[in-house]
């Protein structure tokens, strides 16, 4: 990032004057596709994509290099059993059933990957049928269980990762992930976790997307307030009575991605995805200063949730904002008091290669991935977030004592360094 890409990016937080970025502007008409690497630079996608929030496809151009195009891929274009078998064959994987319901999701189960693949052959000899149905291997964390190096090389474009970030500095968990099954196999209608941004790279085969612009699935809810399992449904489309928005809907978005190309999925875009083909894909979720105030909104909706499906207990129930959080964070993933470490870990990282900018030790490039301006925005981003957070009622009632830093005292550091930064 430069000093001219991060003023663009600060005058068009101050135009949002509390507004939701991903709830800013009309939505496009189409999907753009970006077609050749070296004409394309991170400030066109994060002026023309990133900060508008809206999706586009890369060529397969853009992962021409990665190993597992070379390796996880047969000459003929499919998957190389062979090979996954023979360096991941025991690895437990998730697996979920795409013929079963589950609320709106599939139950899962995890099994050796080498069990998948003997599901998978017997699916396509089948004729792409089986009496144990559908199986889709999702949300594999292969990048946790096994060394990465050589399968991707992580775009410029989605290196500014918070959330990798954070996890990777725990040493816990991630959010990379691998997604593997046969044609057939689908994602029901669903907003990525935390409001993030996600990317997808087809590793092989074809998926089809369908994305849904931030308040289009305000339409698509019935008259319980429920979302649909699954858009395609000529069921859904048919109950007007128990959708009495949908004439408001507008068609999706469609995408068709062909194998190595990349799909970017904005903050807040709902969306359903289906394989047109025996498909791998590798896909991160990701948040970072352009979609932090959509993660915190989206925080705050959960714990309004919870707190209104057990308000009838508010006054008998010892403790009742704590158990909210709890159960928040069962349902969610995260409370607030996880986002407030969240937030703080991301700031002290950036507190410390500020000094380095102070001291001139930091170039373009280096430590921080993109530079000293972006580590400025991140400053800026991550001091208007906690800013709302530290005076949010139900965050004042979390017991912040476990942390060394207060959250007072860390948005203080933070508005000093942005004082002291003005210059730069």
Known sequence: MDRETRAFAESHFRRLQGRLPSNVGPSPGRVDFIEKPDSFSYTDFFKGYLLPNVPCVFSSAFTEGWGSRKHWVTASGKPNFDYLLQNYGDAVVPVANCGVREFNSNPKEHVPLRDYITYWKEFIQGEYSSPRGCLYLKDWHVCRDFSAKGLFTLPVYFSSDWLNEYWDALDVDDYRFIYMGPT?????????????????????????????????????????????????????????????????????????????????????????????????????????????????????????????????????????????????????????????????????????????????????????????????????????????????????????????????????????????????
């Open 184 to 424: 057939g196999t689908w994602s029901p209608f669903h907003a990525d976790i935390f409001r993030s941004f996600s990317w997808s790279v087809n590793i092989c085969g074809r998926k089809k997307w369908l994305l849904f612009p931030p308040g289009q699935e305000e339409a698509l809810r019935d008259c319980h307030g429920g979302l649909p399992y699954d858009v395609t449904a000529p069921e859904f489309w048919d109950s007007h009575q128990q959708h009495p928005m949908l004439e408001h809907c507008s068609p999706p978005l469609e995408v068709i991605q062909e194998a190595g190309e990349m799909v970017f999925v904005p903050s807040g875009w709902h969306h359903q995805v289906h394989n047109l083909e025996d498909t791998i894909s590798i896909n991160h979720n990701w948040v970072n200063g352009c979609n932090l105030a959509n993660m915190w909104h989206f925080l705050q909706r959960e714990l309004s949730a919870v707190q209104q499906e057990v308000s009838e207990w508010r006054d008998t129930m010892p403790d009742w904002h704590n158990h909210c959080q709890v159960i928040m964070r069962s349902c969610s993933g995260i409370n607030f008091e996880e986002f407030y470490c969240f937030l703080k870990v991301i700031a002290e990282r950036r507190l410390l290669l500020a000094k380095k900018i102070d001291s001139s030790e930091l170039k373009c490039g280096e430590d921080s991935g993109l530079g000293s301006q972006q580590v400025i925005f991140d400053i800026g981003r991550i001091a208007e977030v906690l800013a709302s957070v530290v005076v949010n009622p139900d965050f004042q009632r979390v017991d912040t004592s476990i942390f060394s830093l207060q959250p007072e005292d860390l948005l203080q550091q933070l508005k000093d360094v942005l004082a002291a930064m003005e210059s730069v």
